[in-house]
């Protein structure tokens, strides 16, 4: 795939996506693969990686002898592994320019009925995670006076969605965390920023919102009246890690079809109809 502009070059570029066999990380690993980027995917299961980097580097296009996109075996609850997804994304490459934090797990759950432990779970790997990720990877960034971390965060970071209260919790403290690395990392040039997504359909919240009441309450208050895809999310991650977001840092990017935008909009549920007559 040609680029047509250096402001989104990605050539020579390496980068490391948590989460990236499947879902919004998946779409992110492939649009920064084709716009020239090596990528690492990583997820905890050494087979689901290895599979979607063979699929992301045959889509990625170019040389068909030039492996574009692997994959590494990664638990980001553990400082051990994420070391070594991180080293072995070197070996591998030769060097490494982009973090993308795109690893998570969903649980609903009245809060009332919520354990600690369970809290605890969602937000090691979202938060804690997430830093383990930033550390090691931004010890190379700090080497080399160069890096961009991109965190993944959430629609629910800026409004409540009801019986997710540790993936809420976890996902502003992720906003919180891009802060404070944007404002104390700037001076090893390292940018730091997020992505919210708004609601896009992937194998952890699938269940929760197509065919269901809930989804249906959402695309009622979503001015363009569907759900987002992978790939559109990914074009703000090509964004930031290209030279055009060269200058933005410490930012949160939503990407989620006008539903923050929306207090009164068109659509009705069945019961607040207009009456006729």
């Given at each position: 795939m040609?680029i047509?502009?250096s402001?989104?070059d990605?050539?020579?570029k390496v980068?490391?996506?948590?989460?990236?066999?499947?879902?919004?990380?998946?779409?992110i690993?492939?649009?920064l693969?084709?716009?020239?980027a090596r990528?690492?995917?990583?997820?905890?299961?050494i087979?689901k990686?290895e599979?979607?980097a063979?699929?992301?580097?045959q889509?990625a296009?170019?040389?068909?002898s030039?492996v574009?996109v692997t994959?590494v075996?990664?638990?980001v609850?553990?400082?051990?592994?994420?070391e070594t997804?991180v080293?072995?994304t070197?070996?591998?490459?030769?060097r490494?320019?982009?973090l993308?934090?795109?690893?998570?797990v969903?649980?609903?759950?009245?809060?009332f009925e919520?354990?600690?432990?369970?809290?605890?779970?969602?937000?090691d790997?979202?938060?804690?995670?997430?830093?383990?990720c930033?550390?090691a990877a931004?010890r190379?960034?700090?080497?080399?006076?160069?890096?961009?971390?991109?965190n993944?965060a959430?629609?629910?970071?800026?409004?409540d969605?009801?019986e997710?209260?540790?993936y809420?919790?976890?996902k502003n403290?992720?906003?919180g965390l891009t802060?404070s690395?944007?404002?104390e990392?700037?001076?090893?040039?390292?940018?730091?920023?997020?992505?919210?997504?708004?609601?896009?359909?992937?194998?952890?919240?699938r269940?929760m919102?197509?065919n269901t009441d809930?989804?249906?309450?959402?695309?009622?208050?979503?001015?363009l009246g569907?759900?987002?895809?992978?790939?559109e999310?990914?074009?703000?991650?090509?964004?930031?890690?290209a030279p055009?977001?060269?200058?933005v840092?410490?930012?949160c990017?939503?990407?989620?079809?006008?539903?923050?935008a929306?207090g009164?909009?068109e659509?009705f549920?069945?019961?607040?109809?207009p009456?006729k007559?």
């Amino acid at each position: 795939m040609g680029i047509t502009t250096s402001l989104f070059d990605l050539t020579g570029k390496v980068a490391l996506v948590t989460g990236g066999a499947s879902g919004i990380g998946r779409g992110i690993a492939q649009a920064l693969a084709q716009h020239g980027a090596r990528v690492a995917v990583g997820s905890r299961t050494i087979d689901k990686v290895e599979a979607a980097a063979r699929e992301l580097n045959q889509a990625a296009g170019g040389d068909a002898s030039e492996v574009r996109v692997t994959g590494v075996s990664i638990d980001v609850t553990q400082t051990a592994s994420v070391e070594t997804a991180v080293r072995k994304t070197v070996e591998r490459f030769g060097r490494l320019d982009i973090l993308v934090n795109s690893a998570g797990v969903m649980l609903r759950k009245p809060t009332f009925e919520l354990e600690v432990e369970e809290f605890k779970k969602i937000y090691d790997t979202h938060v804690a995670g997430s830093l383990r990720c930033c550390q090691a990877a931004g010890r190379l960034f700090r080497e080399q006076h160069a890096g961009c971390i991109i965190n993944l965060a959430s629609i629910s970071s800026f409004v409540d969605l009801v019986e997710v209260t540790s993936y809420a919790c976890a996902k502003n403290a992720v906003i919180g965390l891009t802060r404070s690395l944007a404002n104390e990392w700037a001076k090893f040039g390292i940018r730091t920023n997020a992505i919210a997504p708004g609601f896009v359909p992937t194998e952890i919240n699938r269940k929760m919102i197509e065919n269901t009441d809930r989804g249906r309450r959402i695309l009622e208050h979503t001015p363009l009246g569907r759900f987002g895809k992978a790939e559109e999310i990914a074009g703000a991650a090509v964004f930031l890690a290209a030279p055009a977001g060269g200058f933005v840092n410490g930012h949160c990017i939503v990407v989620d079809g006008g539903y923050l935008a929306c207090g009164i909009g068109e659509a009705f549920a069945p019961w607040a109809q207009p009456k006729k007559g």
